[in-house]
Protein backbone atom coordinates (compact mmCIF):
# COMPACT_ATOMS: atom_id res chain seq x y z
CA UNK A 1 0.00 0.00 0.00
CA UNK A 2 3.26 2.43 -0.70
CA UNK A 3 0.97 3.97 -3.06
CA UNK A 4 -1.63 5.13 -0.18
CA UNK A 5 1.35 6.88 2.00
CA UNK A 6 2.98 8.85 -1.41
CA UNK A 7 -0.71 10.05 -2.61
CA UNK A 8 -1.50 11.00 0.86
CA UNK A 9 1.79 13.49 1.45
CA UNK A 10 0.48 15.08 -1.68
CA UNK A 11 -2.39 16.80 0.13
CA UNK A 12 -2.55 19.47 2.41
CA UNK A 13 -3.29 19.23 6.37
CA UNK A 14 -6.72 21.29 7.35
CA UNK A 15 -6.82 24.59 9.23
CA UNK A 16 -8.72 22.67 11.98
CA UNK A 17 -8.37 19.01 13.41
CA UNK A 18 -11.50 16.42 13.54
CA UNK A 19 -12.13 15.07 17.27
CA UNK A 20 -12.61 10.90 17.76
CA UNK A 21 -10.64 9.84 14.30
CA UNK A 22 -10.73 5.78 15.02
CA UNK A 23 -9.58 3.21 12.09
CA UNK A 24 -11.75 1.06 10.07
CA UNK A 25 -10.09 -2.36 10.90
CA UNK A 26 -12.07 -3.96 7.62
CA UNK A 27 -13.30 -1.80 5.28
CA UNK A 28 -15.60 -2.81 2.37
CA UNK A 29 -14.56 -0.16 -0.85
CA UNK A 30 -17.44 0.03 -3.52
CA UNK A 31 -15.73 2.46 -5.55
CA UNK A 32 -12.94 2.00 -7.68
CA UNK A 33 -10.81 4.45 -5.78
CA UNK A 34 -9.70 4.20 -1.88
CA UNK A 35 -11.38 7.52 0.25
CA UNK A 36 -9.73 8.67 3.49
CA UNK A 37 -13.45 7.59 4.70
CA UNK A 38 -12.54 4.26 3.92
CA UNK A 39 -9.47 4.49 6.75
CA UNK A 40 -11.19 6.55 9.27
CA UNK A 41 -14.31 7.17 10.73
CA UNK A 42 -14.86 10.47 11.92
CA UNK A 43 -12.56 12.04 8.36
CA UNK A 44 -15.10 15.27 8.82
CA UNK A 45 -14.37 17.76 5.94
CA UNK A 46 -11.80 15.49 4.10
CA UNK A 47 -13.51 12.40 4.63
CA UNK A 48 -13.86 12.37 0.22
CA UNK A 49 -10.16 12.64 -0.27
CA UNK A 50 -8.83 10.11 -3.15
CA UNK A 51 -5.50 8.68 -1.73
CA UNK A 52 -5.15 6.05 -4.09
CA UNK A 53 -6.63 3.45 -6.30
CA UNK A 54 -9.19 0.53 -5.09
CA UNK A 55 -7.80 -3.22 -4.89
CA UNK A 56 -8.84 -5.40 -7.68
CA UNK A 57 -12.70 -6.81 -7.72
CA UNK A 58 -12.44 -9.70 -4.87
CA UNK A 59 -8.85 -8.82 -3.98
CA UNK A 60 -7.79 -7.17 -0.94
CA UNK A 61 -4.94 -4.66 0.96
CA UNK A 62 -3.71 -3.92 3.82
CA UNK A 63 -2.74 -0.23 5.32
CA UNK A 64 -0.44 -0.68 8.12
CA UNK A 65 -0.18 1.43 11.18
CA UNK A 66 2.87 3.44 9.81
CA UNK A 67 0.91 4.39 6.42
CA UNK A 68 -2.38 5.01 9.04
CA UNK A 69 -0.19 7.58 10.62
CA UNK A 70 1.48 9.41 8.19
CA UNK A 71 -2.05 9.49 6.22
CA UNK A 72 -3.83 10.90 9.52
CA UNK A 73 -0.98 13.67 9.80
CA UNK A 74 -1.44 15.08 6.52
CA UNK A 75 -4.60 15.33 6.71
CA UNK A 76 -5.10 16.54 10.01
CA UNK A 77 -7.13 13.36 11.23
CA UNK A 78 -6.23 13.51 15.33
CA UNK A 79 -5.48 9.50 15.47
CA UNK A 80 -2.05 7.71 17.07
CA UNK A 81 -1.41 3.86 16.94
CA UNK A 82 -2.88 2.48 20.10
CA UNK A 83 0.31 -0.10 19.73
CA UNK A 84 -1.71 -3.20 19.04
CA UNK A 85 -2.60 -4.62 15.80
CA UNK A 86 -3.23 -1.39 14.04
CA UNK A 87 -4.12 -1.79 10.46
CA UNK A 88 -7.42 -1.71 8.13
CA UNK A 89 -7.78 -4.71 5.82
CA UNK A 90 -9.77 -3.00 2.55
CA UNK A 91 -11.66 -5.60 0.56
CA UNK A 92 -13.24 -5.02 -2.67
CA UNK A 93 -16.11 -6.80 -3.33
CA UNK A 94 -16.56 -8.69 -7.15
CA UNK A 95 -18.91 -11.42 -8.68
CA UNK A 96 -17.37 -13.75 -11.12
CA UNK A 97 -18.25 -13.59 -14.69
CA UNK A 98 -20.32 -16.80 -15.76
CA UNK A 99 -18.83 -20.15 -17.39
CA UNK A 100 -21.64 -19.85 -19.56
CA UNK A 101 -20.79 -16.35 -21.21
CA UNK A 102 -17.38 -17.73 -21.81
CA UNK A 103 -18.54 -20.53 -23.49
CA UNK A 104 -21.11 -18.85 -25.82
CA UNK A 105 -18.68 -16.55 -26.99
CA UNK A 106 -15.76 -19.17 -27.89
CA UNK A 107 -18.49 -21.05 -29.38
CA UNK A 108 -19.01 -18.27 -31.60
CA UNK A 109 -15.12 -17.84 -32.29
CA UNK A 110 -14.51 -21.37 -32.76
CA UNK A 111 -17.21 -21.65 -35.29
CA UNK A 112 -15.93 -19.59 -37.70
CA UNK A 113 -13.27 -21.84 -37.97
CA UNK A 114 -15.12 -24.54 -38.57
CA UNK A 115 -16.48 -26.52 -35.19
CA UNK A 116 -19.93 -27.98 -35.51
CA UNK A 117 -21.68 -25.43 -33.55
CA UNK A 118 -23.43 -27.96 -31.72
CA UNK A 119 -20.00 -29.66 -30.12
CA UNK A 120 -19.49 -29.57 -26.62
CA UNK A 121 -17.28 -26.59 -25.17
CA UNK A 122 -15.14 -27.64 -21.86
CA UNK A 123 -13.15 -25.31 -20.15
CA UNK A 124 -10.31 -26.65 -18.48
CA UNK A 125 -8.62 -24.87 -15.14
CA UNK A 126 -11.35 -21.52 -15.87
CA UNK A 127 -11.14 -19.55 -12.80
CA UNK A 128 -14.01 -17.21 -13.60
CA UNK A 129 -12.49 -13.64 -13.65
CA UNK A 130 -13.94 -11.10 -10.86
CA UNK A 131 -15.60 -7.52 -12.09
CA UNK A 132 -17.02 -4.91 -10.27
CA UNK A 133 -20.59 -5.98 -8.36
CA UNK A 134 -22.71 -3.03 -10.54
CA UNK A 135 -20.60 -3.04 -13.30
CA UNK A 136 -21.96 -4.06 -16.61
CA UNK A 137 -18.59 -6.66 -17.87
CA UNK A 138 -18.20 -6.26 -21.66
CA UNK A 139 -16.52 -9.80 -22.77
CA UNK A 140 -14.77 -10.96 -26.11
CA UNK A 141 -12.49 -13.36 -27.72
CA UNK A 142 -9.41 -13.18 -29.06
CA UNK A 143 -6.43 -15.53 -30.86
CA UNK A 144 -8.47 -18.37 -31.11
CA UNK A 145 -6.93 -21.62 -31.57
CA UNK A 146 -7.38 -25.16 -32.63
CA UNK A 147 -5.55 -28.33 -32.57
CA UNK A 148 -7.95 -30.66 -34.88
CA UNK A 149 -6.11 -33.70 -33.69
CA UNK A 150 -5.84 -33.33 -30.83
CA UNK A 151 -9.56 -31.55 -30.45
CA UNK A 152 -8.34 -28.72 -28.10
CA UNK A 153 -8.26 -24.96 -28.21
CA UNK A 154 -6.82 -21.93 -26.99
CA UNK A 155 -7.79 -18.14 -26.87
CA UNK A 156 -7.41 -14.80 -25.43
CA UNK A 157 -10.74 -13.71 -22.92
CA UNK A 158 -10.45 -9.74 -22.91
CA UNK A 159 -12.39 -8.70 -20.03
CA UNK A 160 -13.37 -4.72 -19.60
CA UNK A 161 -15.83 -3.18 -16.91
CA UNK A 162 -15.82 0.33 -15.23
CA UNK A 163 -13.79 0.42 -12.28
CA UNK A 164 -11.29 -1.76 -13.04
CA UNK A 165 -8.10 -2.35 -15.65
CA UNK A 166 -8.89 -4.62 -18.93
CA UNK A 167 -7.84 -7.85 -18.14
CA UNK A 168 -6.66 -10.67 -20.81
CA UNK A 169 -6.66 -13.67 -19.68
CA UNK A 170 -5.69 -17.32 -21.45
CA UNK A 171 -8.23 -20.36 -21.64
CA UNK A 172 -8.20 -23.49 -23.02
CA UNK A 173 -10.14 -26.58 -23.06
CA UNK A 174 -11.48 -29.28 -25.21
CA UNK A 175 -13.87 -29.43 -28.45
CA UNK A 176 -16.23 -32.53 -28.19
CA UNK A 177 -18.41 -33.94 -30.91
CA UNK A 178 -22.25 -34.23 -29.93
CA UNK A 179 -24.68 -36.86 -31.08
CA UNK A 180 -28.68 -36.56 -30.70
CA UNK A 181 -29.53 -39.67 -28.42
CA UNK A 182 -32.89 -40.40 -26.21
CA UNK A 183 -33.27 -40.01 -22.94
CA UNK A 184 -36.11 -40.85 -20.33
CA UNK A 185 -38.17 -38.19 -18.50
CA UNK A 186 -38.77 -39.79 -15.84
CA UNK A 187 -37.61 -42.91 -13.74
CA UNK A 188 -39.41 -46.03 -15.87
CA UNK A 189 -40.01 -49.55 -14.27
CA UNK A 190 -39.86 -52.85 -16.51
CA UNK A 191 -42.54 -53.20 -18.32
CA UNK A 192 -43.75 -49.62 -18.82
CA UNK A 193 -44.50 -48.88 -22.78
CA UNK A 194 -43.12 -45.70 -23.76
CA UNK A 195 -45.00 -42.78 -24.77
CA UNK A 196 -43.82 -39.26 -26.80
CA UNK A 197 -43.58 -37.75 -23.13
CA UNK A 198 -42.07 -40.86 -21.96
CA UNK A 199 -38.24 -39.44 -23.96
CA UNK A 200 -36.87 -36.62 -25.53
CA UNK A 201 -34.06 -36.21 -27.62
CA UNK A 202 -30.60 -34.40 -26.18
CA UNK A 203 -27.31 -34.20 -27.43
CA UNK A 204 -24.68 -35.78 -25.54
CA UNK A 205 -20.54 -36.10 -26.38
CA UNK A 206 -20.25 -38.70 -28.14
CA UNK A 207 -17.35 -40.36 -26.32
CA UNK A 208 -19.35 -40.62 -23.65
CA UNK A 209 -21.80 -43.15 -24.74
CA UNK A 210 -21.45 -46.75 -25.20
CA UNK A 211 -22.38 -48.88 -28.09
CA UNK A 212 -26.00 -49.27 -28.75
CA UNK A 213 -27.83 -46.61 -27.24
CA UNK A 214 -31.37 -45.20 -28.86
CA UNK A 215 -30.86 -41.75 -31.04
CA UNK A 216 -34.29 -41.41 -32.34
CA UNK A 217 -37.83 -41.36 -31.24
CA UNK A 218 -39.27 -44.34 -33.18
CA UNK A 219 -36.53 -46.57 -31.91
CA UNK A 220 -38.29 -46.45 -28.17
CA UNK A 221 -41.90 -45.35 -28.91
CA UNK A 222 -44.36 -48.11 -28.10
CA UNK A 223 -41.72 -50.44 -26.80
CA UNK A 224 -41.19 -51.61 -23.06
CA UNK A 225 -38.56 -51.54 -20.46
CA UNK A 226 -36.92 -53.95 -19.81
CA UNK A 227 -34.83 -53.10 -17.29
CA UNK A 228 -35.60 -49.71 -14.65
CA UNK A 229 -34.33 -46.70 -16.32
CA UNK A 230 -33.03 -43.50 -14.50
CA UNK A 231 -34.16 -39.70 -15.41
CA UNK A 232 -32.52 -38.20 -18.16
CA UNK A 233 -30.38 -41.54 -18.66
CA UNK A 234 -29.88 -42.70 -22.32
CA UNK A 235 -31.90 -45.51 -23.23
CA UNK A 236 -29.91 -48.52 -24.57
CA UNK A 237 -31.67 -50.21 -27.78
CA UNK A 238 -31.05 -53.69 -25.89
CA UNK A 239 -32.94 -52.60 -23.23
CA UNK A 240 -36.05 -52.26 -25.05
CA UNK A 241 -38.31 -54.85 -26.55
CA UNK A 242 -41.84 -54.95 -27.60
CA UNK A 243 -44.87 -55.21 -25.09
CA UNK A 244 -46.40 -58.07 -23.97
CA UNK A 245 -49.33 -59.19 -26.05
CA UNK A 246 -50.10 -62.15 -23.46
CA UNK A 247 -49.50 -61.95 -20.09
CA UNK A 248 -48.15 -65.37 -18.02
CA UNK A 249 -50.94 -67.10 -16.77
CA UNK A 250 -53.35 -65.28 -18.45
CA UNK A 251 -56.57 -66.54 -20.26
CA UNK A 252 -56.25 -66.36 -24.22
CA UNK A 253 -58.24 -67.52 -27.35
CA UNK A 254 -56.52 -70.01 -29.13
CA UNK A 255 -56.86 -69.97 -32.87
CA UNK A 256 -57.15 -73.77 -34.57
CA UNK A 257 -55.15 -73.12 -38.00
CA UNK A 258 -57.27 -76.52 -39.80
CA UNK A 259 -57.62 -75.89 -43.31
CA UNK A 260 -61.48 -75.82 -44.08
CA UNK A 261 -62.15 -75.21 -40.55
CA UNK A 262 -62.35 -72.02 -37.99
CA UNK A 263 -61.84 -73.67 -34.41
CA UNK A 264 -61.30 -71.77 -30.53
CA UNK A 265 -60.61 -72.66 -27.91
CA UNK A 266 -59.65 -71.16 -24.13
CA UNK A 267 -56.23 -71.52 -23.24
CA UNK A 268 -53.94 -70.68 -20.45
CA UNK A 269 -50.34 -68.72 -21.60
CA UNK A 270 -47.63 -70.59 -19.69
CA UNK A 271 -45.27 -67.33 -20.52
CA UNK A 272 -45.47 -63.74 -21.39
CA UNK A 273 -44.62 -62.82 -25.32
CA UNK A 274 -45.10 -60.34 -27.37
CA UNK A 275 -47.05 -60.25 -31.10
CA UNK A 276 -45.59 -62.59 -32.83
CA UNK A 277 -43.37 -64.51 -30.15
CA UNK A 278 -43.91 -68.51 -29.82
CA UNK A 279 -45.27 -69.49 -26.39
CA UNK A 280 -46.53 -72.60 -24.90
CA UNK A 281 -50.15 -72.65 -24.41
CA UNK A 282 -52.51 -75.26 -22.13
CA UNK A 283 -56.05 -75.88 -23.92
CA UNK A 284 -58.11 -75.18 -20.65
CA UNK A 285 -60.36 -77.79 -22.04
CA UNK A 286 -58.05 -81.11 -23.12
CA UNK A 287 -55.25 -79.71 -20.38
CA UNK A 288 -52.53 -80.10 -23.41
CA UNK A 289 -49.77 -77.92 -24.05
CA UNK A 290 -49.35 -76.48 -27.43
CA UNK A 291 -46.91 -73.97 -29.20
CA UNK A 292 -48.69 -71.22 -30.15
CA UNK A 293 -48.11 -67.45 -31.89
CA UNK A 294 -49.58 -64.40 -30.20
CA UNK A 295 -51.32 -62.81 -33.02
CA UNK A 296 -52.46 -59.97 -30.86
CA UNK A 297 -53.32 -59.00 -27.45
CA UNK A 298 -55.01 -62.15 -25.70
CA UNK A 299 -55.13 -64.25 -28.87
CA UNK A 300 -52.81 -67.07 -29.74
CA UNK A 301 -52.75 -69.38 -33.72
CA UNK A 302 -52.45 -73.34 -33.16
CA UNK A 303 -50.49 -74.09 -36.95
CA UNK A 304 -51.58 -77.72 -37.88
CA UNK A 305 -49.86 -80.58 -36.13
CA UNK A 306 -49.61 -78.57 -32.85
Known sequence: MR??????????????????????PLSTVEDSVV???????????????????????GQRQVVEAAQLLAIARQNGIPWRPTGGADRVVLERPGRAVEREEVVVLLRNALRGQG?????????LN????????????QLSVEQATIDTVAQRFGATLVVAADGMATQRLRINGRIQPTVPVLVATRRLAIGEVLGPNDVRLVRMPAGRLRPGVAERPEQALGQAVRRPAAAEQPLMLADLTQPLAVERGSTVTM???????????????????????VVPVMNLASRIVVEAQVIGPGRVRVGPGR
Open 115 to 123: VDPQAEIEL
Open 255 to 277: LYDIPGMALTAQGRAMEGAARGA
Open 3 to 24: FLLILALLFTAPAAAQDGAVIR
Open 126 to 137: FSAPLVPMAAFA
Open 35 to 57: RLSDLFEGAGARAGVVLGPAPAP
